[in-house]
């Protein structure tokens, strides 16, 4: 028999944990900020987004305030950092990078045609407790950096 993992739940306690003064709240949109790719997947150039942080953290600046990144697909590293993120660490492990993120699964997918391309880069995005930062800052970089990649659509890899 399977456990379920209450997800939310542990979130919350997470946070409470940590100190913050109220829960979590996760965010929600009345209109999803998504739309429909305008060309097949098979001709569409996809850029990879992930949650996790350079190995040698260096997407911190001089406050230690973490910030998005960029990394060439070609050069990425066999770790990435994950101790920081909040994830069920007694059921899983993060050594196996393709599993959040997945560069050769796609190249395979390429190789089969069943995806057009792959953006030269690769994209980490901090996990922040702020929305307010997230949909002001770090969203709108992650958009910069896909479109100046020729990105079409995007995978989002969350740890």
Not at 75 to 103: I, Q, Y
């Amino acid at each position: 028999m399977t456990e379920t993992v209450r997800y939310m739940e542990r979130t919350r306690d997470y946070y409470r944990a940590l100190g913050y003064p109220s829960d979590y709240v996760w965010a929600h949109f009345d209109d999803v900020p998504f739309a429909r790719l305008d060309k097949p997947l098979s001709q569409a150039r996809i850029g990879l987004v992930t949650t996790a942080s350079p190995p040698d953290l260096g997407n911190r600046d001089a406050s230690g305030q973490r910030r998005v990144w960029s990394e060439a697909i070609s050069a990425a590293p066999a770790k990435l950092f994950t101790d920081n993120l909040a994830w069920d660490k007694e059921s899983t492990h993060t050594d196996d990078r393709a599993s959040f993120l997945p560069v050769e699964a796609l190249q395979e997918r390429m190789a089969e045609g069943m995806v057009g391309g792959l953006a030269e880069r690769f994209h980490g995005v901090p996990t922040e407790y702020s929305q307010r930062k997230t949909m002001e800052i770090d969203a709108p970089q992650v958009l910069e950096r896909l479109r100046a990649d020729g990105a079409d659509a995007a995978l989002l890899s969350p740890l």
